[in-house]
């Protein structure tokens, strides 16, 4: 069975910094273009970074390009996703998700046909 579980989630002050995880079961993560993707009370979900399979391309959304850095770890089949500089606007339920093949932008939601459960971030004093 194929499962991607996040961790990492959290209360954290604005300004602080988190890191999510995302670990894969029955699959090999290196195969797979990896997107992280976030949901705010009350808007969609929106694509906040990614990183391609095979060129490993990463992409950011406006909103996070300079604050949030995605990678993998091979050894550990996880992709993580660094996140500096919180605001309370970054407040969300982050979910990881894959795609083995797919066309376009990787931050679209389109392609990914695997998703994890999510986990909440809150940026808050």
């Known amino acids: 069975q194929l499962q991607l579980v996040e961790s990492g989630g959290g209360l954290v002050q604005p300004g602080g910094s988190l890191r999510l995880s995302c670990a894969a079961s029955g699959f090999t993560l290196d195969y797979y273009t990896i997107g992280w993707f976030r949901q705010a009370p009350g808007k969609e979900r929106e694509g906040v970074s990614c990183i391609s399979r095979f060129t490993d391309r990463t992409d950011y959304a406006d909103s996070v390009k300079g604050r949030f850095t995605i990678s993998r770890d091979n050894a550990k089949n996880t992709v993580s996703l660094q996140m500096n500089g919180l605001s309370p606007e970054d407040t969300a339920v982050y979910y990881c998700?894959?795609?083995?093949?797919?066309?376009?932008?990787?931050?679209?939601?389109?392609?990914?046909?695997?998703w994890g459960q999510g986990t909440q971030v809150t940026v808050s004093s």
């Open positions: 998700a894959a795609y083995r093949y797919g066309m376009g932008s990787c931050l679209g939601q389109s392609a990914y046909n695997y």
